[in-house]
């Protein structure tokens, strides 16, 4: 029988918490931890495991799909990848800073799980991801032109989409690919995106 708090079904944790919801709700995390919510009033634990069971074969897949995500992520760029990554930012922001008349910009790698680059208009400052690591240069290439048109446009409008077909052509298929690819496993994950 379920309790509040950790329980193991089938071997497997699911934590189960009552709260202010109207309805039963069962989700599996990205670390395929299984989690229930049970309606503080008006429905009984057992009711609640006679759901869960019921919907056990969800439970499964959504726990493999999840874990199967997890195993394919790469892990941390290495130090030889950043390196790798970090000279390259250097020579392309040096290019493109150049071609589009910026001075005073300033940028640095950082760990970002869901932006490729961020730019800070006002202090002329750019940081991008290491997720980059391992991506064609293309590609970062689009990242680096991208974050640069943020110090004249700082929103994704008509005028800042008119400048990127103007600044690289082509740009929104370097989007798309960038936006479906894992670069360092190979294998096509869920990544970061621009919008």
């Known amino acids: ?63 493999e799909a999840a874990l199967a995500r997890q195993r394919a992520r790469p892990g941390p760029a290495t130090g030889f990848e950043r390196r790798t ?6 020579e392309l922001n040096g290019e493109w800073t150049r071609r589009l008349g910026e001075s005073g910009v300033t940028w640095r790698v950082r760990s970002m799980k869901s932006l490729w680059g961020s730019c800070h208009w006002r202090r002329r400052h750019v940081v991008y991801s290491t997720e980059l690591a391992g991506a064609p240069r293309g590609l970062v290439e689009y990242v680096v032109v991208h974050e640069l048109t943020h110090l004249q446009v700082h929103d994704h409008g008509p005028r800042f989409r008119a400048l990127m077909d103007e600044r690289l052509p082509g740009w929104e298929e370097l989007r798309r690919r960038l936006n479906r690819r894992d670069f360092r496993s190979g294998s096509a994950v869920v990544q970061p995106e621009f919008w």
Request: zero cysteines; a positive charge.
């Open 85 to 90: 990554l970090a000279a390259l930012l250097d």
């Open 1 to 63: 029988m379920l309790h509040n708090g950790e329980n193991t079904v089938g071997g497997i944790g699911v934590d189960v918490a009552r709260k202010g919801v109207r309805r039963i709700n069962v989700r599996v995390g990205a670390d395929g931890r299984v989690r229930m919510s049970v309606p503080a009033r008006g429905t009984t634990l057992a009711e609640a495991e006679a759901f869960l069971l019921k919907n056990w074969g969800w439970v499964l897949k959504a726990r």
